[in-house]
């Protein structure tokens, strides 16, 4: 692998900071409401968009293009936060009640679908790695916090009656931590889908369910013990997760 394609992801993100600095003075000069979708968006996919990027370019050979990876960004993030977000309601509504295990439960499965759906129906051809699976859940992942993330900093804007600097910290936290959980965690259950998919076998099945319990306690943590320390944890052991599962698509058997 080039030397130039594995810092790719620093272009990314140095390019994206750039670009999100660049609006946000222009923004506090002129005080032009126009520039502020703009800033949401570039403080929201800048850090997942990186992230990924990073994933992409260290993972052995995989055969889903760039083009791809973004339509499961896009895609994937949309419809994944629009499912979790109708079945969330309907359980508020129903049940009167909303446990932080109940929403894990449906935000994991969501985002897992979407690339399932892929994988079971042949859209991309026959998968040839695990490391398809761990990049395109970690798309998928990248793109449902980048929409959550737009999402929270939209409604401290209103809350804050257009204070830009709580935007900002918005911005910034969650881009930072929520990105990496929720990209590892679909990542981390991508790969162990396409595992099962690829060898089958019980133990891997198994191992696919491990996966996706691990990836529902974390987030479960994460949303019933909020505050800084949690998130920092939750996220440090998520990535951690991830570069593990990535080390593992070097190995023979998943060649």
């Known amino acids: 692998m080039a030397?130039?394609?594995?810092?790719?992801?620093?272009?990314v993100l140095g390019v994206g900071l750039l670009l999100y600095f660049l609006v946000l003075s222009t923004l506090?000069?002129?005080?032009?409401?126009?520039?502020?979708?703009?800033?949401?968006?570039?403080?929201?996919?800048?850090?997942p968009a990186a992230f990924v990027t990073?994933?992409?370019?260290?993972a052995p050979t995989w055969q889903v293009s760039?083009?791809?990876l973004a339509a499961f960004a896009l895609f994937g993030g949309v419809l994944g936060a629009?499912?979790?977000?109708?079945?969330?309601?309907?359980?508020?509504?129903?049940?009167?009640?909303?446990p932080a295990l109940l929403v894990a439960v449906i935000e994991e499965a969501v985002k897992l679908a979407i690339p399932a759906a892929v994988l079971f129906t042949r859209w991309?051809?026959?998968?040839?790695?695990?490391?398809?699976g761990l990049v395109?859940?970690?798309?998928t992942g990248a793109g449902f916090a980048a929409l959550e993330t737009m999402g929270y900093a939209f409604v401290v804007l209103l809350d804050s009656k257009g204070d830009v600097g709580a935007v900002e910290v918005t911005l910034f936290?969650?881009?930072?931590?929520?990105s990496a959980a929720h990209l590892a965690w679909t990542g981390v259950a991508g790969a162990a889908l396409w595992r099962v998919y690829l060898h089958g076998g019980r133990t891997r099945l198994i191992s696919l369910i491990a996966a996706f319990i691990g990836v529902v306690a974390l987030h479960t943590i994460w949303n019933a013990v909020p505050g800084p320390l949690t998130f920092v944890v939750v996220a440090a052991v998520s990535i951690g997760w991830l570069l593990w599962e990535l080390h593992r698509s070097r190995t023979p058997e998943e060649a």
Do not use: C, K, S
């Open 3 to 11: 030397l130039g394609r594995r810092w790719t992801w620093l272009a």
């Open 28 to 47: 506090v000069a002129t005080q032009n409401p126009n520039l502020v979708p703009v800033m949401l968006l570039l403080g929201a996919t800048v850090i």
């Open 54 to 58: 990073f994933m992409a370019n260290r």
């Open 66 to 68: 760039a083009p791809t």
């Open 82 to 98: 629009v499912m979790a977000g109708l079945l969330e309601y309907n359980t508020l509504r129903h049940l009167q009640w909303f």
């Open 124 to 132: 991309l051809g026959r998968p040839g790695r695990m490391a398809d």
């Open 136 to 139: 395109v859940g970690a798309a």
């Open 173 to 178: 936290l969650r881009g930072l931590l929520a």
